[in-house]
């Protein structure tokens, strides 16, 4: 297998594992999204180390090995984004699989078991006709005052929704036009989303304009858009002069907010 079958093959099958594992168990809650994410951790490192074990490794559910920032290749991996989705029975969860290449996002599968999609970044360019006014994707919890800044400014409609990779999806799929997060993320959370939005045609970058880059000491990434690239100036700009009631602290392309 290629890489990106590879990534297809581990981010389907972890996403299948659990789909049974939600379906079956009788534990509920916490205790659910706990054995989700430990379930879908061991299928897919047992993999990595059994067909890819030269290759450097960023899990969230395991010890970071500080031996992979010596590596060109590594693999960044979130077994389940989205565990309250997933334990609330919703379908806006998923399985990230992401190859960093020399820390940019190269390879990515974003599987969403709940609707049956494994979205890859091979896939062909599809740009979806323009929404107006754009929607733009945020947590269904606590929206970010920047995302909710710059709404107001361009008259966007917020959307809620679960996960950063049902979120980032959304939008490769035209049900969105805009993803802004600032409320802190991890490199697993957005490597694999990164590289199917990249390759999608859209533009991926910091909330400063910077590209997002991986494979870094600390794997704190907190803030990410992903918008159509006729909206990137737009939403950009509104960054830059967001509204100033908002006392929004300024981003920086080192990783801290």
Known sequence: MNDVEFASWLARGAGELLSQLRQRSTMMGKQLGHLGDIRASEFIMERLAELRPDD???????????????????????????????????????????????????????????LGLVHLSEEPLYIAERHVPPRMLVSRTRPSPHAVAVAERLGATLVPMG??????????????????????????????????????????????GSPPRYNNRSPWLPDLLICREDLAAPVLAALRGSDPREELRPFTASGQA
């Not at 590596?71 to 379908?91: A, H, M, N, Q």
Request: hydrophobic fraction near 45%; include cysteine; glycine fraction near 8%.
């Open 163 to 208: 996960s950063a990779g049902a979120k980032a999806m959304a939008v490769v799929r035209g049900e969105a036009e805009i993803y802004l997060h600032s409320g802190g993320q991890y490199e697993w959370d957005n490597c694999a989303p990164a590289a199917v939005a990249i390759a999608a045609g859209l533009h991926v970058s910091r909330l400063d």
């Open 56 to 114: 450097g490794v960023l899990c969230e559910e395991t010890v970071d090995n500080p031996e992979r920032l010596s590596k060109s290749r590594v693999w960044i991996i979130d077994p389940l984004d989205g565990t309250r989705e997933f334990c609330e029975g919703r379908t806006d969860w998923a399985v990230h699989v992401a190859l960093a290449v020399n820390r940019r996002p190269t390879i990515g599968a974003v599987a969403l078991p709940a």
